[in-house]
Every structure is written in structure tokens, then in C-alpha cells.
């Protein structure tokens, strides 16, 4: 009750200042992380519903370049594929560390997001996801496209490019010390 007497936060129930925890009460917390996970770019792929936002993410995409009046159906598929696909690269492939504080030491610093998912383990369901979901595109878009041999290998190049990337036997390279550091 002294603390209540001078007007201090705190109770009996040990709460608060002088409940000999150490500086502000806080014993073996992590003040400043909101999080529980070391890493929060690890689980952000599994996390809930964020399948369904990226699915319709890449379809307002799609709308929205059909409703440009100069476009073809043709080269709205095309362009929705490869813009995806460049977005996808450049989020997954190229940008490195966490935009969050976290209490690992710097060690996710040097990792894209793409190793960074699910700590780094490969064949994951997020994982596997990423993976498809390009191809998917792909299909759909050499479909509405009929084929034709410029859409063709636009998107066959553009594909490549985010898929190469996801293989296992890229994990950690870095080709012609691009990204290196």
C-alpha cells in the first residue's frame, strides 16, 4: 500500500514500480517489439488471409488495366503478368533485411525476403503458393493471349525471372555479386 500513498501506479499485487522486477517494472521483456516472433517477415506469407488479399490484389490489378480503353484484352493479360511478376521480383527478390525491429542481431539483414520466409525452409504451403501462383498467371495469360509468339515469350521471360529466383539451389546466391550486400 506505500505505493498507492504516495501515488505511484502500482498495487499489492506486484504490478508496477518497486515490485523489485528492475527499471519500470519490466523483467525480461522485450520493451519497444510489438511482435512475439524474432523475425515477423517469416509468418507474413502464412499469416491469415493474406492469400485471398494477394488473389485479389492481382485481380483489381487486372481490372484496372482492362478499364484503360486503348488496351487489348491481349495486352492487359500481358502487362498484368509482367507487372506482377516485376512487383513480385522486386519485393521478394531483391529487397533485403525486415523493416521491423528485431532482437535477432542483424542476422536476417542479408537475406531477401523470399529466404527469410518460413525461416528459410523450403516446400512450405507459403512457399509453394509463391511459387504457383506465377505460373497460374502465366497460364491464364498465354491463354487469353492465344498463344501469340510476342506475348509469348514476353511472359515466358518474365515468368523465369520470378521463378529461377524461388528454386532451392538459389537460396543465398547472389549472381555476379548483385545484391550482394
Known sequence: MEGRERGLPGDEAGRGPGNG????GAAGMNVGVAHSELNPNTRVA??????L???LAVGALHVVLLSVPVLSVPVVWTLTNVLHNLVMYLLLHTVKGTPFETPDQGKDRLLTHWEQIDYGMQCTS???FLSISPVVLYLLTSFYTKYDPAHFVINTASLLSVLLPKLPQ???VRLFG???Y
Do not use: D, T, V
Request: hydrophobic fraction near 25%.
Open 126 to 128: 507459403s512457399r509453394k
Open 21 to 24: 522486477a528492475g527499471p519500470c
Open 178 to 180: 548483385i545484391n550482394k
Open 46 to 51: 502464412s499469416s491469415r488471409g493474406s492469400w
Open 53 to 55: 488479399a494477394y488473389g
Open 170 to 172: 538459389f537460396h543465398g
